[in-house]
């Protein structure tokens, strides 16, 4: 079963690095300010000849609270006035690049993150879906993918009722975690009351997907209370479950610095933690789709995984891969064909830079032949748990032992450890490697030696 995970603790100790997550590859710390406008412009170009179809995501930045743990871009304000000279900005940059598009290519994925989209007023949320109409091929049969990320004290029933009314069908909602020391912790006070009353409205406005976002390794956690939590979360009976691992960076996320270290759980009750969630997701009926990511046998994912259809990108793991993805909004990173760009992560520069007519684009990469080769083979890893040389010598016209040669007594040392079987003609992440699948991608990534591993967060 492609959803069998073996845990072996031993492994997991020496194969738990640093290391990217792999929403692409290049990596973001690869982008660089080579890239602009011109190049945007040029992949938008290219889009519109092929009619590729298209998923949208876009980046509303603004929280009323700080989550201490939080690692995304954005602004915490009180002042609900702030969204709308950010909602005009937006508007421009949404006309500038659909008028690059063709109106027949559909919008097959919409996804609002965050920060908290709807920190946003109900006439503003119509305000910005109307305009994303107006300008993109927007599904009107309910057959899109159309998310919205919930943070369920910002959301009530009448919230729920207009993003059903607006086409949203799927919903992410923040959690964390239920326990009240915990929610103290991190600043984060969040009732299941709470969180029960925006998921009882999301099932009964029918919206397809529910997902819930958890996080072990947050301060004053044990195995013991989210052990409780996990269980809590399962008789919510959500299609997916996010469970992420806490990386503790305060040197890069300064809202983390509130963090008292002196309380976060030790590496051993983290990776207890892991196991005891694996253990009640597997028995109530999950799959472990890979990278943190569960999914019950018949949603979509899951399903995407046993047919190898599933892809990953910026988004995620998604069935959506084949789209263009453009990403709209300050901080936003689109992915056009070769193209990766980011919008400037600094609000008052992205707003800036549209007052001036210009897109905001500040960096990006465009993906050569060899990039292009291994972020199929990383891909391959990632989603299906297995790769098949000769799907890859085919599609790039190479040798793969060859071409791959200096990595063998790598993959040979990972085959011997349990965590894959390397053939001849395949690789196969076996039970144990599961957990351990990004490990087993960082050796086919040719820029890792060069990055400070500091950036990225452990594996497990």
Known sequence: MLDAIRWDTDLIRRYD???????????????????????????????????????????????????????????????????????????????????????????????????????????????????????????DDDSGDYGIEIDPREADWSTMGLLRELGFNRVSIGLQDLDPAVQRAVNRLQSLEETRAVIDAARTLQFRSINIDLIYGLPKQTPENFARTVEEVISLQPDRLSVFNYAHLPERFMPQRRIDSHELPSPAQKLDMLQRTIEQLTAAGYRYIGMDHFALPDDELAIAQEEQTLQRNFQGYTTHGH???????????????????????????????????????????????????????????????????????????????????????????????????????????????????????????????????????RVI
């Open 323 to 457: 789209c263009d993805l453009i990403g709209l909004g300050v901080s936003a990173i689109s992915q056009i064909g070769d193209l990766y760009c980011q919008n400037n992560s600094d609000l008052n520069q992205y707003q800036n830079t549209l007052a001036a007519a210009q897109l905001a684009t500040s960096r990006g990469l465009v993906c050569n032949a060899d990039d292009r080769l291994r972020r199929a083979v990383i891909q391959q890893l990632i989603c299906n748990f297995s790769l098949e040389f000769a799907e890859i010598e085919q599609a790039f016209n190479i040798d793969f032992q060859g071409y791959f040669g200096a990595l063998w007594p790598q993959l040979q040392g990972m085959a011997n450890d349990g965590l894959i079987t390397l053939e001849r003609e395949r690789i196969e992440v076996l039970p144990a490697g599961r957990l351990l699948v990004r490990s087993v991608c960082m050796v086919f990534d040719a820029y890792l030696e060069q990055q400070n591993r500091q950036r990225f967060s």
């Open 17 to 139: 690095l640093a290391g990217p997550r792999y929403t692409s590859y290049p990596t973001a710390v690869q982008f660089n300010s080579q890239v602009g406008t011109f190049d945007l412009f040029h992949a938008l170009r290219d889009s519109r000849k092929a009619l590729r179809p298209l998923s949208l995501y876009v980046h509303v930045p603004f929280c009323a609270n700080i989550c201490y743990y939080c690692a995304c871009n954005k602004v915490i304000t009180k002042d609900r006035g702030r969204a709308q000279p950010y909602l005009q900005r937006l508007e421009q940059e949404i006309q500038l690049i659909a008028c690059h598009l063709e109106p027949a290519q559909k919008v097959e994925q919409l996804h609002f993150g965050g920060g908290t989209p709807t920190f946003l007023s109900h006439d503003e949320l119509r305000q910005l879906m109307a305009h994303l109409r107006k300008h993109f091929n927007l599904l």
